[in-house]
């Protein structure tokens, strides 16, 4: 099926048996690694002109618990701002060893990106300085995108806390003062 697509057979010449899979659909293309090739083959994505993958739109996972072997897939999808062209790359990744490397070298913007992936798969990213809960507070148990993430499971009660310093806490103040000042006694 990678036949179709001019950028997949490039690819596939580039890294020989590296490409496990591929296909490309009505300008849908997708080739598959291993985790091993996933620095190498992304700086060339990135770097090469001819392909010039420039932004990393998204990272996500799939989980599929009793469908498929290895259990998860990490899923890039990068844009060529300048070329107007996609490609998404999956990454196969073994649930008893759930560690892929970490683009932030490339894009910092895979930053908060594998931090999302973290906190609703388990998937760790090798490399990242950072790694911690983005979506949920640090004392959540588990990863709720998981399929085998218990529904019914009661997180612990944390207290609720301050955040001082950021944008919602400086809106809220004033927020607070508005009210205050439409509803003060008219003296």
Not at 75 to 103: C, F, G, M, N, T
């Amino acid at each position: 099926m990678g036949e179709d697509s001019p950028n997949i057979q490039y690819l596939r010449q580039r890294f020989p048996g590296r490409i496990l899979e591929s296909h490309a659909f009505r300008g849908d293309e997708t080739i598959v690694i291993s985790r091993e090739a996933l620095l190498e083959i992304f700086r060339f994505l990135k770097e090469e002109p001819k392909l010039d993958f420039d932004f990393l739109t998204d990272i996500t996972a799939v989980d599929y618990l009793g469908k498929k072997e290895p259990r998860f897939e990490v899923i890039y999808h990068l844009y060529s701002l300048r070329a107007k062209h996609r490609l998404r790359v999956k990454v196969p990744v073994r649930e008893e060893d759930s560690v892929v490397d970490s683009l932030i070298p490339l894009w910092k913007g895979a930053n908060w990106l594998e931090r999302e992936v973290w906190d609703m798969f388990g998937v760790r990213f090798r490399g990242h300085s950072d790694l911690r809960r983005v979506l949920l507070y640090e004392e959540f148990l588990g990863h709720p995108l998981r399929k085998d993430y218990p529904v019914n499971q009661c997180q612990p009660l944390v207290p609720e806390r301050e955040v001082n310093g950021t944008f919602v806490d400086q809106r809220s103040h004033n927020k607070l003062l508005q009210l205050k000042h439409k509803f003060a006694p008219k003296t």
